[in-house]
């Protein structure tokens, strides 16, 4: 009877002990596994994000059908406009197949290592995988600004940028962060050489853009 009851009171003591182990653990192992987690994600969509950007616009630097420029006769630059409806589809295209290349990286998955959590760059690439789950992306925006800047004497610069915002949640056993992920891209330049025309506010760039949210 007595051994039976140092053994019960042993097994208590070691259930106990390894409750705290692997709550310890998952309070050290957790932030950093999701801190990694959020670094690898973001490079592998920033990365998917630009080259994708890079193809769909490449005609937009060379192409009067999405950007107008109108030239008095001297050659100055009278006004810039803008076709939102190409713009538009674009913008489409670029949130569309980010979405479709995002499921590629879901399926995959994201893999830390456990050699990470222990801070050291001499194991930070060692010891097992721990697996991360990516949810849907909820939501994917492409929107376009534009700027002027001054460069030298009587010229300035006129710049479109396309713009990317999503948000992405990536998951663990015991919890979750969502990652929220931007960039933006310069698709258009050109220099105006005398007045910024009056005219640019026709650009009309705020209204060009899409938003997909998760499911569409």
Excluded: W
């Excluded at 005609?59 to 076709?83: H, P």
């Excluded at 290349?101 to 194991?123: A, T």
């Amino acid at each position: 009877m007595v051994k039976r009851g140092v053994f019960a009171y042993f097994l208590i003591f070691l259930t106990i002990f390894l409750l705290y182990i692997i709550i310890t653990l998952d309070k050290l192992i957790f932030p950093q596994v999701l801190i990694r987690g959020e670094q690898i994600l973001k490079g592998d969509v920033s990365d998917t994000i630009r080259n994708i950007i890079i193809h769909q616009c490449s005609d937009l630097k060379n192409s009067d059908d999405y950007i107008f420029i109108n030239k008095k006769e001297d050659g100055s630059i009278s006004s810039i406009q803008s076709n939102g409806i190409k713009l538009n589809a674009v913008a489409f295209n670029i949130a569309k197949l980010t979405q479709e290349e995002f499921n590629k990286i879901k399926s995959k998955g994201i893999s830390v290592p456990f050699g990470y959590v222990l801070k050291s760059s001499l194991f930070s690439h060692m010891g097992p995988m721990i697996n991360v789950k990516l949810d849907d992306i909820s939501y994917i925006e492409t929107n376009y600004r534009s700027e002027f800047i001054k460069s030298g004497i009587n010229q300035t610069v006129y710049k479109v940028y396309i713009t990317y915002d999503s948000n992405i949640r990536i998951i663990l056993s015991n919890g979750y962060k969502d990652v929220n992920i931007k960039t933006e891209m310069p698709i258009f330049e050109t220099v105006i050489v005398g007045d910024t025309p009056e005219g640019f506010i026709d650009l009309n760039l705020e209204n060009s853009g899409i938003k997909l949210k998760e499911g569409e």
